[in-house]
């Protein structure tokens, strides 16, 4: 091949990569401008969709979680239970235990009634009075709130037998007090226990005529003159008579 021709193609190929090298037109330049343009605001339209999606599946997933009873989402398939969810039953209340005393109203002994419980057959009143220090005694001589007292069933098994409250101070909530029994002569008032022996007395008939003996802890009552004894010749049988 001769030198001329060599120099003619690559003066020829020079011409071509000069004409490719070469700046486009504004018109193309505007045009590849506008199509990336509009690659990036699609782009961005498609992110902002997928970003929604994403954050609403995260708070629905959230609100599940936290909501009580929220329900899982069933799996594709899965048959619904037919069988409700088992719950515990409840618990039934004990019944209440409370002394048998249908007796005591056929001889005309007061329950449930504001009443004084006097000495029988004495000739004078000695009514039993809650005095200082929550001392028991029949030092009453008259009605008022220290000799108001009222006869309830106890709240144990057996016949014939109550609790003693003085009505004065059982008016606020709470187990209140009752006359309790001790080994001295006179009594005491106390806080309710139910179910205490020291609380609880054996009301004893003593004939048909509403007189009655009163058997505690440590023994029937006995009183002489007005007063509790653990000696013998004291009077045991006493009455009630309504407090009105």
């Known amino acids: 091949m ?74 594709s398939g899965a048959a619904p239970s037919s069988t409700p969810p088992s719950r515990s039953a409840s618990p039934l209340p004990s ?50 709130e220290s000799t108001m007292m009222a006869l309830y069933p106890a709240p144990v098994a057996g016949q014939n037998l109550v609790v003693i409250k003085p009505r004065f101070w059982n008016q606020e909530a709470g187990p209140g007090h009752c006359v309790a029994d001790t080994a001295g002569a006179a009594l005491t008032l106390a806080v309710c226990v139910p179910g205490d022996p020291a609380q609880t007395w054996r009301v004893v008939p003593a004939g048909d005529s509403g007189q009655f003996e009163l058997a505690g802890r440590y023994g029937i009552l006995q009183v002489l003159d007005g007063l509790i004894t653990t000696g013998d010749g004291g009077r045991t049988g006493l009455q009630t008579l309504p407090f009105s």
């Not at 070469?22 to 343009?37: D, I, L, M, N, Q």
């Not at 048998?100 to 419980?117: M, N, P, Y």
């Not at 004078?124 to 005694?137: Q, T």
Request: glycine share 8%; aromatic share 4%; proline share 5%.
């Open 2 to 75: 001769s030198d001329d021709r060599i120099r003619e193609g690559l003066r020829a190929y020079a011409d071509q990569v000069q004409r490719g090298a070469a700046p486009a037109p504004a018109r193309e330049v505007r045009h590849r401008a506008a199509r990336r343009r509009q690659r990036r605001a699609a782009g961005a339209a498609f992110a902002a969709v997928l970003l929604a999606a994403i954050g609403a599946s995260t708070v629905l997933g959230r609100w599940r979680a936290e909501t009580p009873g929220a329900p899982a989402p069933a799996s």
């Open 95 to 144: 019944p209440t235990v409370v002394a048998d005393v249908s007796k005591l109203a056929q001889i005309s002994i007061d329950l449930r009634a504001d009443v004084l419980i006097d000495v029988a057959d004495d000739g004078v009143d000695r009514f039993l009075e809650v005095g200082a220090n929550g001392v028991v005694d029949f030092t009453g001589t008259a009605k008022g």
